[in-house]
């Protein structure tokens, strides 16, 4: 991550993280304890909060399914 897009870091809410992830809560808590989910933040005494760009570099390392093979039902 280069400066310019540090200055735009973000916390991101519970809500918009499972928005975004499309993984419920006690996926990224199990993932997070595992160290396979980036860690989220105490912003104040009742609020937490991941780094945006945390959670986007989590999205874009995982893998994709590859090619859809012929014959397979997907259409």
Known sequence: MNNDERD???FLGENE???ITDLSRTTRW???RDGRFPRKRHISANRIGWLESEIREFIESRPSTGPIEPGSGVT
């Open 30 to 32: 199990r993932l997070e």
């Open 8 to 10: 735009l870091d973000r």
């Open 17 to 19: 993280v499972a928005r």
